[in-house]
Nanobody, 115 residues
Framework: QVHPVESGGGLVHPGGSLSLSCVAS????????MGWYRQAPGKERELVAL???????TYADSVKGRFTISRDNAKNTVLLRMNRLKPEDTAVYYC?????????WGQGTQVTVSS
């Protein structure tokens, strides 16, 4: 079992910045990759950004150039720095820790971009 716990999130104006953090506890040695997903009301959950243990990254087209994912393997922590936020970035953001037995999800944190 792996238990991701998110922190950060909140309300920000369009064009602003916000950072999310996720710490994974439990069988940390089994984590191959960690990522951030989001789900807006009435929409399906979608990948935002992913980072592997070897620091390879993947981003959704909608966030490329604005969001940056990074991780500290020693601390089992993954960060998501979000710049130039847009109203369409409003969603619940979930941290996911991916292992050989499947993904483990955090509870989610709300990000609202509004003036």
């Amino acid at each position: 079992q792996v238990h991701p716990v998110e922190s950060g999130g909140g309300l920000v104006h369009p064009g602003g910045s916000l950072s999310l953090s996720c710490v994974a506890s439990g069988r940390e040695f089994s984590i191959n990759a960690m990522g951030w997903y989001r789900q807006a009301p009435g929409k399906e959950r979608e990948l935002v950004a992913l980072i592997t243990r070897g620091d390879s990254t993947t981003y959704a087209d909608s966030v490329k150039g604005r969001f940056t994912i990074s991780r500290d393997n020693a601390k089992n922590t993954v960060l998501l720095r979000m710049n130039r936020l847009k109203p369409e970035d409003t969603a619940v953001y979930y941290c996911s820790a991916m292992t050989i037995t499947g993904p483990y999800w955090g509870q989610g944190t709300q990000v609202t971009v509004s003036s």
